[in-house]
Structure formats: structure tokens, C-alpha cells
């Protein structure tokens, strides 16, 4: 039987969320069809190469077409393939140093379709590279473990995080998300998500550091779970910041994810506050990650 255009599939993606990766199939999308996202989500190195050989593959086309051509550019010396390719490499970029020009009917139309094609892909480029670095980004630090221990003569969950770049972030807000395996009723395993409410969940202007609280009373979907009943459901946790950036002008976010592995059990954090000899505020940010048995 004929399949339908909507049978279409393609190969399997891994798709990574926090520490875990998911195998995804049977989606169909074409390359085309989410440049734009691909070209910015790519890394500097991905995206350099990759205009470097979309210039290059414009250039050899183009140098084709004039090499094929009946002398369409004056002053080639030997009307090599070379001597077309940096007359075309010149066009492209709009430089035209003038020692090469059309000379042709032929040479002028080839010359004008790849001006046309080097403007648009120069305006294309430069309003990649200025989406690339304008992008809003919080630069915040998050402890690499979690830990889970009395504060306040009540079991808390901790996260501790901090402004790497110490500029103020007003109006910050935290939000705290529990993943967890279950069962229905019906017998489905499926994942559901909780969101954890926390102690303090705004900050009016964070420029240093900040732990998050979450207590583990009665109503809490971490209650009565030890290690290995993490383990067995499968627990993640995720924590998003979000505030504006009074220099960028900007509202950032921020987002970190654990694993059940990576909660520590009956720790806390390392104090990293301090006095300096001369009375004033220390911060350690030496021993952030660290945790002590508490």
C-alpha cells in the first residue's frame, strides 16, 4: 500500500533534557524548515564553520558560471578557474577592487545575481551574528548538588545559587519542579511534574548568592522519600530564575536540572560567608559546590 506524504519519517534524535536523554522517531522535519533555529542554537564553532562553507559553495558556483562563459570578465590572464574565483569572491562580498569587471551581457547578468545574492547574505549574516550576541543570558552558578537536611527544625530541601557576573537582577523569581514515575489508576506509567513552593521565591535584587528552600512537611511530594525511593520513581529536579538585567536592560533567565544521584542526603552547605580583616563581607566562592554533613 502507498504511503501518504504524511508517513514520512526520519531518522531517530536524541534529544538531551538536563541528565537525561531521550530517543525520539517517526518525526519528520526538514533541515530547511528550522534554519533559523538550528543557526542559533548551533555552537560558535558550528556556526562559523558553517558560514565559511556556505561562502566558499557560493563562490566556486558562481566562479563556474563565469568560467564557462566567453570571456565575461576583462583582465583574466590566463581565464583559469582560479582568476574567476577570486574575481567572484570579490563580487560576493561587494569589495570590487576594479583590476576585473564584466565585460559581457553575459558577465554583467551573472555579476548582478550574485550581488543581489551577496548583499542578501551579508544582511542575513549580520542579523545572525547581532540575534547570537544579543541574547539575554543570566551567567548564574548553580551548587552542583542539592542537599536535603534540617533547617529551621524542619527537613528542607536546599538549592544554593549565585550571580556570576555581580550585577543586580531585580525583581528575580525562582521556581522549583519535581519529575517524578508513577502509575495510574489504570496501570499507565507515566511522568508527572509538581512544582515545589519555596520558603522565598522572589528576590528583590540578587547580585551575590541565594539558596532556595523548599520544606519537606506533609504536603510535600518528597515526604517520607528516602535515596532509594528516588531512585526507584526516578526523581529530577529542575529550577528556573528569571529576572531583569538592569545593564543588559533585559529579562534573563536561567534554568539547572538534577537527577536523583546528585541529591545529597543529611548535608548541607559549606558556610562561604565570612569577615575580611578589615571588617568588610567575604564571600568563598572557592567552596561553593561544597557540602559538610549536617
Keep these: 500500500m502507498a504511503k501518504s506524504p504524511n508517513d514520512r519519517t526520519s531518522k531517530a534524535r536524541i534529544v538531551r533534557f538536563g541528565g537525561r536523554e531521550v530517543i525520539t522517531e517517526g518525526l519528520h522535519l526538514s533541515f530547511w524548515a528550522d534554519i533559523s ?16 562553507l556556505v561562502f566558499i559553495a557560493f563562490n ?5 558560471f563565469y568560467w564557462i562563459g566567453d570571456q565575461p570578465i576583462s583582465s583574466v590572464p590566463s581565464g583559469g578557474y582560479t582568476d574567476y574565483l577570486y574575481f567572484s569572491i570579490e563580487t560576493l562580498s561587494t569589495a570590487g577592487y576594479g583590476d576585473m569587471h564584466p565585460q559581457t551581457h553575459y558577465g554583467h547578468f551573472i555579476a548582478a545575481v550574485e550581488l543581489f545574492t551577496g548583499i542578501f547574505s551579508m544582511s542575513l549574516m549580520t542579523g545572525l551574528i547581532f540575534a547570537r550576541f544579543s541574547r539575554p543570558s543570566a551567567r548564574l552558578l548553580f551548587a552542583d548538588n542539592p ?55 522572589e528576590s528583590p535584587a540578587l547580585a551575590l548568592s541565594w539558596t532556595l528552600f523548599h520544606v519537606i512537611d506533609a504536603g ?13 520513581i526516578e526523581v529530577s529536579l529542575v529550577v ?15 534554568r539547572k536540572s538534577y537527577e536523583y544521584p546528585e541529591i545529597r542526603f543529611g548535608e548541607r552547605y559549606a558556610e562561604i560567608l565570612g569577615t575580611a580583616e578589615d571588617g568588610r563581607l567575604r564571600i568563598d566562592y572557592g567552596r561553593f559546590h561544597d557540602t559538610v554533613q549536617g
Design 240 to 254: 528556573v530564575v528569571s529576572g531583569y538585567d538592569v545593564v543588559a536592560a533585559q529579562t534573563v533567565h536561567a
Design 37 to 52: 533555529h538550528r543557526c542559533m542554537t548551533a555552537s560558535w564553532p558550528a556556526f562559523i564553520g558553517g558560514a565559511v
Design 147 to 201: 542537599v536535603i537536611s534540617d533547617h529551621e527544625g524542619e527537613q528542607t530541601l536546599m538549592i544554593r545559587l549565585a550571580n556570576e557576573r555581580h550585577n543586580i537582577i531585580s525583581n528575580a523569581t525562582a521556581r522549583l519542579w519535581l519529575f517524578k514515575n508513577i502509575v495510574s489508576k489504570e496501570g499507565q506509567p507515566f511522568r508527572r511534574f509538581y512544582e515545589l513552593p519555596l520558603l522565598r521565591n
Design 220 to 232: 510535600s511530594p518528597l515526604y517520607g522519600l528516602t535515596a532509594d525511593d528516588l531512585e526507584a
Design 60 to 64: 566556486a558556483v558562481f566562479a563556474v
